[in-house]
C-alpha cells in the first residue's frame, strides 16, 4: 500500500488578479477548500486531460465578471476562480502531473479594459478634457504565476 501524504499540491487561478498560485489541499477535506476558494456554493468540474481536473463556480458565467478564461481546447470559457488538481489512476486527488507554469500556458486570460472618449475644451476662461464616452475591448494575456507565497 502506497503511503500518501495528508495534503496534496493544486493550482489556484484568481480572478481578480488574473494570477495563479499553487496551494495546498487536504486529501480528507478538499472539497470544502475548493468551494471556499471559488466562492461558491456550486461547482463544475471538467476535465482537462485523464491527469487533471478544473473546478469552476458553477454560476462564475452570471455572476459580475472580471476576468473570462479560456482553456486551450476547450469548448467554454469559465468565469470566477478556479482550482486545478491532479487526479490519479483511481479518480482520487493527487499531486498534479503538470507545474503551474505548464497549466499557466494553457489558459487564456481575457480581461475587459475601458478606453476612455475625451474631448478637449477650450475657451477664454476654460481649458480641459471632458468625457464622452467609453470604447470597452478585450485585453488578451497568460495568467500571472505567485512564485513565493499566496495572493
Do not use: W
Not at 463556480?57 to 452570471?62: A, I, Q
Not at 459580475?64 to 470566477?80: E, S
Amino acid at each position: 500500500m502506497t503511503n500518501k501524504s495528508e495534503f496534496v499540491t493544486a493550482y489556484f487561478y484568481d480572478a481578480f488578479f488574473g494570477a495563479m498560485a499553487n496551494i495546498s489541499l487536504s486529501r480528507a477535506n478538499y472539497i470544502a477548500e475548493v468551494k471556499q476558494r471559488i466562492k461558491c456554493s456550486f461547482f463544475d468540474v471538467a476535465r482537462l486531460d485523464d491527469n487533471h481536473d478544473v473546478f469552476v463556480d458553477d454560476n462564475g458565467l452570471t455572476d459580475g465578471l472580471h476576468t473570462i478564461v479560456r482553456l486551450k481546447d476547450f469548448p467554454n470559457p469559465f468565469a470566477g476562480n478556479l482550482v486545478i488538481v491532479g487526479r490519479d489512476e483511481h479518480g482520487d486527488i493527487a499531486e498534479p502531473r503538470m507545474t503551474v507554469e505548464e497549466i499557466a500556458e494553457l489558459i487564456t486570460v481575457y480581461r475587459p479594459v475601458m478606453d476612455p472618449e475625451l474631448i478637449n475644451f477650450e475657451g477664454p476662461d476654460l481649458i480641459g478634457i471632458g468625457l464622452t464616452g467609453l470604447n470597452i475591448r478585450m485585453d488578451k494575456s497568460e495568467p500571472i504565476i505567485v512564485v513565493d507565497g499566496e495572493f
